[in-house]
């Protein structure tokens, strides 16, 4: 069964301290894993796509990158505009093609 | 704006009552989900539509139904509801090719007393 483990559940950083994110899987055959961002009151709103080991993507302030057990999202210099749950989740190739596991999330809070 | 829209953005039930939760979008895309998200559990899939005519369980469908009433809406039904259902439910799009580059709807918050 695919699996979706988040850390840390909470992360608080001041205003310019990076940190990173991470999320751990176990997928029968990755198709692809993917980050979103959710503020409070509204849906995910998605962000980066990786598909195989090595790969990274970056955004503004923020770069994803994938190994083959995990991936990190790295938030650099951060502002509280940052501030939001980080949700990551991942497709395989088993149990049909349309199904995406999710993790819990991160919830990160930027302090100015 | 183009997005998904979701109808009502909250909503009470009594335990047995009966509603639906209506969804649009304006992207042309072929698939769309329902998912329902609850504290501390990641987004689950309830039902899909890979394409317009077309629709399938994901992994919690039970006490749910849907409809996809043409390539832009897709509805889901709670017939009798309870107080499990209770829950935040979103509404997402996407082409099949491109799978996760979801596009949510901002959610209805549901209250099942």
């Known amino acids: 069964e695919d699996q979706v483990t988040q850390s840390p559940e909470a992360l608080r950083l001041q205003e310019g301290e990076s940190s990173s994110l991470n999320c751990s899987y176990t997928?029968?055959?990755?198709?692809?894993l993917f980050w979103y961002r959710q503020d409070p009151g509204k849906g995910p709103e998605f962000l980066f796509t990786?598909?195989?080991a090595g790969e990274e993507k970056e955004k503004e302030r923020l770069k994803a990158t994938l190994t083959k057990k995990e991936s990190f999202l790295h938030i650099t210099a951060p502002k509280p505009e940052d501030s939001a749950t980080y949700l990551c989740?991942?497709?395989?190739?088993?149990?049909?093609?349309?199904?995406?596991?999710f993790g819990k999330g991160t919830k990160l809070t930027v302090n100015p | 704006n183009a997005g998904v829209t979701q109808t009502p953005k909250f909503q009470v039930l009594k335990t047995g009552q009966s509603m639906t939760l209506q969804c649009a979008q304006d992207?042309?895309?072929?698939?769309m989900y329902w998912y329902r998200q609850d504290p501390g559990m990641g987004l689950r899939l309830i039902y899909y539509?890979?394409?317009?005519?077309?629709?399938d369980k994901g992994e919690v469908p039970n006490g749910y139904n849907v409809s996809r009433l043409n390539k832009r809406e897709f509805s889901l039904r709670l017939e009798s509801a309870a107080p499990s259902q209770t829950s935040v439910y979103f509404c997402?799009?996407?082409?099949?090719?491109?799978?996760?580059?979801?596009?949510f709807g901002s959610g209805t918050r549901l209250t099942v007393v």
């Open positions: 997402a799009s996407s082409e099949r090719w491109d799978r996760g580059r979801d596009t």
């Open positions: 997928v029968s055959g990755l198709r692809g």
């Open positions: 990786l598909y195989s």
């Open positions: 989740a991942v497709q395989g190739s088993q149990g049909g093609s349309e199904k995406l596991v």
């Open positions: 992207m042309n895309h072929n698939s």
């Open positions: 539509s890979a394409s317009e005519g077309t629709t």
